[in-house]
């Protein structure tokens, strides 16, 4: 449980520290709350009840003792178990499928899409266990009921992770989406294909063998994911020294129930991951697959550019494309942000860790909210993490859990945040540091000449079907033309 003995409610709204800056936080945290709130019921009305969830709790999370957030999370709770009205006279389908050939930013745009108001889509993990259990009319029956037949003003989609057809799975999995959509568009995330060769080698690597996104696996005595701290005597007079020497001693102590580090790789696997890399980016195969079953198939550019790629699928299913969000300047679908979701302190019934400011409280894969936002760190700096704010995380089911006084104390007093300064945020740190140090050798920035033939000639045939198809992509992709020897 809780050690609450260091959160006793801040004397005269002074919880320690510079008393203007505190209540300043504080005022911008109930107005925060009130905008989420806002947002949550415009979710609501849109039938995303997901999104609602996320909004409120987040509200919740930011200002504790608003009512309201709390009042309308005991609503959802209640909307979600009943079952939507059919309304039988209309059927109504999805209005557009996105998938890509791999690679393809599907954990981000499944969040990012339905923060559009004119925009709802399935989240990937519900999708993704549709087709997994052949459920997936169930799936659509269940948004008809609540939203397709009641908004025929907003566009409604799927994202695919999993089951790629003609990829990852058979090709009947394309006719399996076809018959829950409107099947007038197929939205075709592609990348260059040297360019994904190189993400899907170093992705797979980093989920399969360098410590499957933890560092436990790559430095035994770590604190994550092992030991439950407490926040019992925590003080926050305690110095930068004092702080590393109590890291030191933690991480003592506890690495004698570390598995031992899985490194170094052996050359056979990284010969046999690279082999499988080479083969992926085979974007006619599967575009053709899915265009059988769709009217039109649309192929997006998935590398960074001025617009992001959010706002270029906005333009495509036909919303408004200048639509902006905070949540737009970071992504999900880097190796950063895996690590800092995936790295969690337990401290007592809750877990503690980092994220991106202003993009972790709307995630639908990793169920957090943002705590506290972090301010410049010259640590942070040191390890190139510098292009966008970070935030302590807090597991959302976990939040909902404690008890409404717990909540309180723990966000208007200091005893989280100066725990995450000397401890969680220090561990990450040497965790992080260590693990780049150690995987780093192993990743691979590009492709070496006779990487490339190889991928001439496992792709190569493929690509050219492709360029003759979609020939936008001819100068989009100047290192593709080579590739095919033109």
Known sequence: MWALSNLTPPDNDHAGGNHEETFHLWGDRKRRSETLCSWGDNALLKGDIELAERLFIQADVYDPRNGYAEDRLRCVDEERKEPGASLALKRRHFDFLYAPTLRGLSTELSSLLPLHPEVFSVSK??????????????????????????RPDLKAGLVQHAFIADQLAGPEIAERLSKVTSRRLFVHGVRDPIQLTISDFNLELVARYCGAYTFRGVYPATPFGQRNFSLAGFRMRTSAKRALYRLRGLTERTSAFREHPRFPLDRSVLEGRLDEALSRARHFAVGSCYARHFDEWLPIDLERQSRHVVNRLFEIIGVDASF?????????????????????????????????AERSMYSNTFRMSELFTLGSDNQLSALGITHHPLCITVCRDQWRSLPRDVCIRLVETDSVRNFCDSILIPAWLDGYARWKSVTQKYLIQELQPRDIEQLRVRIGADLEQFLKRHPLFERAWPSAIALIGR
């Open 324 to 356: 902006e969000h905070p949540a737009f300047r970071v992504s999900e679908g880097t190796s950063l942000h895996r690590l800092m979701v995936q790295n969690q302190l337990n401290v007592g019934v809750q877990r503690l860790g980092l994220g991106f």
């Open 125 to 150: 993990t519900e999708l993704d266990l549709a087709l997994e259990h052949h459920s997936e009319s169930l799936l659509l029956a269940k948004y008809q009921g609540r939203i397709l037949n009641r």
